[in-house]
């Protein structure tokens, strides 16, 4: 398989994706402070990498060789934007991640977010 340019970013979006994925990850870690693990997580960080630091959320077909390996993967990350699209044209930009979790839509962003991270992990290159 073609080595990627910005392996970082994959690295990153996975990480995001194994966020989004999991609802109890979600509910305590969110706006909360872990001090055990002297971390802070939130929805927001997930939404300004998608669309703020990256292209994958306007453009992720420029993804490929850089983040993503092929149009599989732009598929995959294309459904996860569609769902939050979906949810934020219902609900605006402005709601508790606690309040987006809620929902009925939520459910949509979990299981996109679980086949986007199984197509990925589907990729990546063997020991």
Known sequence: MT?????????????????????????A??????????????FDYTVHFLYDDTYLADNPELAIGDSLYDQEEVQAVT???????????RYGLNLSDTAYIATPEWNEVITSAKAALAVLRSHEPGP
Do not use: M
């Open 3 to 27: 080595e990627l340019s910005s392996p970082h970013v994959r690295a990153q979006l996975i990480n995001y994706l194994i966020g989004l994925a999991d609802v109890e990850y979600q509910l």
């Open 29 to 42: 870690n969110w706006q909360i402070f872990n001090h055990d693990k002297n971390t802070y997580d939130e």
């Open 79 to 89: 459904a996860i934007i569609t769902v939050l699209e979906k949810i934020f044209g």
